[in-house]
């Protein structure tokens, strides 16, 4: 059993940066991949970013792409979303996850295998 535990979030100015970090411990997988979901009130979880075990190739939801940017330390099992130029509808509460296996692109909610407790992100206009 895999734990997440993410953190980082808080309230930001439009324009402003956050980043979030996820720590994963306990029984992961041999080779996994990372990823981040938010949600905000009254809407579905959504895809935001993701990662392999690689590190390459990461993807994006088109809404944050330019301006969100995923990385992976995999010495720390620990990854990163470095969020820049953010806007009031980056408003959400986000979650990371882990997935057994590679991402070729953005996976569904349904399809990761852990997910951590989330953190809010809160950006003012």
């Known amino acids: 059993q895999a734990q997440l535990v993410e953190s980082g979030g808080g309230l930001v100015q439009a324009g402003g940066s956050l980043r979030l970090s996820c720590a994963a411990s306990g029984r992961t997988f041999s080779k996994y991949s990372m990823g981040w979901f938010r949600q905000a009130p009254g809407k579905e979880r959504e895809f935001v970013a993701a990662?392999?075990?690689?590190?390459?190739?990461?993807y994006y939801a088109n809404s944050v792409k330019g301006r969100f940017t995923i990385s992976r330390d995999k010495a720390k099992d620990t990854v990163y979303l470095q969020m820049n130029s953010l806007k009031p509808e980056d408003t959400a509460v986000y979650y990371c996850a882990l997935r057994e296996g590679t991402v070729t692109g953005p996976v569904p909610a349904r399809l990761w295998n852990y997910w951590g407790q989330g953190t809010q992100v809160t950006v003012s206009s």
């Open positions: 990662i392999s075990w690689s590190g390459t190739s990461p």
